[in-house]
């Protein structure tokens, strides 16, 4: 039996079809706030250890490679699997990957504050990098649809 499968991004499906919300106007705006908070919350982070790197040196007796490492195990995991983010989502659901994001960066956070040496934090921030990698792709999905935007029409 044949399966017909259409490609989502055929410009005569879209334009075919009106944009449309799985929620309400009220519950779609809380979305797009819950959303927009995980999503800032992961780019903060990014750039909120710089303030702490000499605290971090000092306490965890950290050469200056290892503080290094502590900025770029989250920026390199990040960037390397935000296009795997994505594409989880749309396989196995933007909702349920977004809420492993967020349940796996916030879990990464704790193991941060608990991290006994410096090579725990940097394994720690390379979970936060993941975690933040499942859940920015979904942030902008949640935030496309949850609002109720208009489609593009045109080139």
């Not at 909702?95 to 193991?111: D, E, M, P």
Request: glycine share 8%; proline share 5%.
């Amino acid at each position: 039996m044949p399966i017909s499968i259409q490609d989502p991004c055929d410009e005569s499906i879209i334009r075919s079809r009106l944009a449309s919300a799985p929620c309400s106007k009220l519950a779609g705006r809380w979305v797009l706030v819950a959303t927009t908070l995980a999503s800032s919350m992961a780019f903060i982070d990014s750039t909120v250890v710089n303030v702490a790197l000499p605290a971090l040196q000092t306490n965890l007796n950290a050469t200056i490679v290892d503080v290094q490492w502590v900025i770029e195990a989250y920026s390199l995991l990040l960037s390397a699997l935000l296009l795997v983010g994505g594409s989880l989502g749309d396989h196995y659901g933007r909702r349920r990957v977004f809420l492993i994001g967020v349940a796996l960066f916030a879990l990464a956070s704790t193991w941060c504050g608990l991290a006994a040496d410096i090579h725990q934090l940097i394994v720690a921030r390379a979970a936060q990098g993941l975690g933040a990698a499942l859940l920015v792709p979904g942030r902008l999905a949640h935030g496309r649809v949850s609002v109720r935007l208009p489609l593009p029409l045109g080139p």
